[in-house]
Antibody, heavy 120, light 107 residues
Framework: QVTLKESGPGMLQPSKTLSLTCSFS??????????VSWIRQPSGKSLEWLAA???????YYNPSLKSRLTVSKDTSNTQVFLKITSVDTADTATYYC????????????WGQGVMVTVSS | DIQMTQSPASLSASLGETVTIECRAS??????LAWYQQKPGKSPQLLIY???SLHTGVPSRFSGSGSGTQYSLKINSLQSEDVASYFC?????????FGAGTKLELK
């Protein structure tokens, strides 16, 4: 059974760095073809793909946010991390991690999401 | 980036009715399109992938169609549990992009 779960600080101040963790089970990111992505959704709005990391350690970023994003994974291949630097109120959103297989494929499993509020 | 224009933004329908939601891509996405259902406070759930393939466990009243730049999601015989928001996503080209969503309510 594939499950993913996000964790984060809940609230942070503008200009700080947001650190998020995606912990997953039921698959390993060491398995060829596996990819974990980060997607966010401001309240009442649509979804925005942010970044991804694949089984081989290759990283992909949304060009619109690339300068502020860093995605990484742990050596056990059961956690993926996302850092967003210099946050502001526009980064207030629910952040999801989701799994996909490499190639032209959809997100087949999603975490429950973690809400992050940027406020002074 | 490929822009996804989804319509309508909201939709009110009666139980048992058939509803259709449309998505138009700004360029050909060669059936690299998925539909997701999102209930309040929950994460999106995959319904349809590759434009017309039903994801495992999704009821057969959901179906997808289309090609090129025009795609649609149809829900036959609307059930109360179908009340949700629906999003299209193109995954043909990097970066993935999503439609603005359609909020489906019961009349």
């Amino acid at each position: 059974q594939v499950t993913l779960k996000e964790s984060g600080p809940g609230m942070l101040q503008p200009s700080k760095t947001l650190s998020l963790t995606c912990s997953f089970s039921g698959f390993s990111l060491s398995t060829s073809g596996m990819v974990v992505s980060w997607i966010r959704q401001p309240s009442g709005k649509s979804l925005e793909w942010l970044a991804a990391i694949d089984w081989d350690g290759d990283k992909y970023y949304n060009p619109s946010l690339k300068s502020r994003l860093t995605v990484s994974k742990d050596t056990s291949n059961t956690q993926v991390f996302l850092k967003i630097t210099s946050v502001d109120t526009a980064d207030t959103a629910t952040y999801y991690c989701a799994r996909r297989r490499v190639g032209i494929t959809p997100f087949d499993y999603w975490g429950q999401g973690v809400m992050v509020t940027v406020s002074s | 980036d490929i822009q996804m224009t989804q319509s309508p933004a909201s939709l009110s329908a009666s139980l048992g009715e058939t509803v259709t939601i449309e998505c138009r891509a700004s360029e050909d996405i060669y059936n690299g399109l998925a539909w997701y259902q999102q209930k309040p406070g929950k994460s999106p759930q995959l319904l349809i992938y590759n434009a017309n393939s039903l994801h495992t466990g999704v009821p057969s009243r959901f179906s997808g169609s289309g090609s090129g730049t025009q795609y649609s999601l149809k829900i036959n015989s609307l059930q109360s549990e179908d009340v949700a928001s629906y999003f299209c996503q193109q995954y043909y080209d990097y970066p993935d992009t999503f439609g603005a969503g359609t909020k489906l309510e019961l009349k």
